[in-house]
């Protein structure tokens, strides 16, 4: 017999039994409330193991429900990453990104180059200018030391021509 039968079994007794006038008590049958608690007793470690056993069924279920939605969920997840990497526009986009690298790596060595030659050009530039400057500076000196060496020559000339003169002059005064 079902448990909850045997329940419903003993509240009928209760309800139907004989009532104790002024108190709200009834007057049971003592063997036969016994005899259906017993029954229900021995029923129900058998019912509370088939519900022990539901509910790990249950839980057993649910656990490999969720380990399959997250196997599926992987392999949707590869699968919808292969269509992506394998889809036109992300081919194209690959192809692009690879043109602009290239075209970005040339204007990179492009400068690169036109930076070297400017270089050289500012480089060569100075040079020329250092040479010119140079040159005229050994001209200009050259010609002031020479302005410097007649000036010298000349005032030595003079000088020593001083000096003569007055030599004569002393001689023709001892004289």
Known sequence: MDVI??????????????????????????????????????????????????????????????REAETLKKENMELLKRQIENHDITRDAKMRAEEIVSSAQRDAKVMRLGARDYAHEVLCQLERELTENSDKMLNNLQVEMGNYYKAITSDINTTTEIIRENIKELKNMNK
């Open 5 to 66: 039968k045997l329940l419903d079994y003993l509240a009928d007794i209760v309800e139907t039994s004989s009532k104790v006038p002024m108190t709200g008590k009834v007057m049971i049958d003592k063997k036969e409330v016994l005899d259906v608690i017993d029954k229900i007793t021995t029923h129900l470690p058998g019912e509370f193991k088939k519900a022990k056993w539901v509910y790990e069924e249950k839980e057993r279920i649910l656990s490999e429900a969720v």
